[in-house]
T-cell receptor, first 113, second 114 residues
Framework: DAGVTQSPTHLIKTRGQQVTLRCSPK?????VSWYQQALGQGPQFIFQ???????QRGNFPDRFSGHQFPNYSSELNVNALWLGDSALYLC????????????FGPGTRLLVL | DAKTTQPPSMDCAEGRAANLPCNHS???????VYWYRQIHSQGPQYIIH???NNETNEMASLIITEDRKSSTLILPHATLRDTAVYYC???????????????FGQGTILTVHP
């Protein structure tokens, strides 16, 4: 059973560019959450998707947007990249129904130059 | 999420039990305690969770005090591969984590030495 997968593993962009990160949830999971982890800090919640809609959002600007597809996979888009967006971006999946744990993928390391 | 307090760092000898404490004095009656760990540059790994009873799985044991204001994660026989940051999290709301976000604090850096 494949766990949560993310692509790409590493990415380098320049300021002002746009980036798209991808996540495939664990089999049987229908909810995807995204987190940003700056160096030396704990992960910070960006938003959560269920039934192709954003259900909850953390304290992140509108430059951060997402999408969930009918197969439950998800994308995180970041526009107008800042240097401060350099971080490890983590995807976590879970099942909406019941009391289900979130399982994390390996993350995408984004470097903005 | 209920605020949690953990020591910033702990050491443990290989083969010995590692006991990681967490205070969550504002926890509500229907909120669970979750533990994750993160090995350098990897995604957080789920360890265990519990509501009020002690829990054990293949990775660890979780001891929750009767008043539920604190808990202890026990790694019974720590190995060098257990060196990681350990996070104690109490997600807001009833049930588990699917209905909301996880709020990560600074966690406890556990160093297992030979």
């Amino acid at each position: 059973d494949a766990g949560v997968t993310q692509s790409p593993t590493h990415l380098i962009k320049t300021r002002g560019q746009q980036v798209t990160l991808r996540c495939s949830p664990k089999s049987g999971h229908d909810t995807v959450s995204w987190y940003q982890q700056a160096l030396g800090q704990g992960p910070q919640f960006i938003f959560q998707y269920y039934e192709e809609e954003e259900r909850q959002r953390g304290n992140f600007p509108d430059r951060f947007s997402g999408h969930q597809f009918p197969n439950y996979s998800s994308e995180l888009n970041v526009n107008a990249l800042w240097l401060g967006d350099s971080a490890l971006y983590l995807c976590a999946s879970s099942r909406r129904v019941g009391q289900e744990t979130q399982y994390f993928g390996p993350g995408t390391r984004l470097l903005v130059l | 999420d209920a605020k949690t307090t953990q020591p910033p760092s702990m050491d443990c000898a290989e083969g010995r039990a590692a006991n990681l404490p967490c205070n969550h004095s504002t926890i509500s009656g229907n909120e669970y305690v979750y533990w994750y760990r993160q090995i350098h540059s990897q995604g957080p790994q789920y360890i265990i969770h519990g509501l009020k009873n002690n829990e054990t799985n293949e990775m660890a044991s979780l001891i929750i005090t009767e008043d539920r204001k604190s808990s202890t994660l026990i790694l019974p026989h720590a190995t060098l591969r257990d060196t990681a940051v350990y996070y104690c999290i109490v997600p807001a709301g009833a049930g588990g984590t699917s209905y909301g976000k996880l709020t990560f604090g600074q966690g406890t850096i556990l160093t297992v030495h030979p």
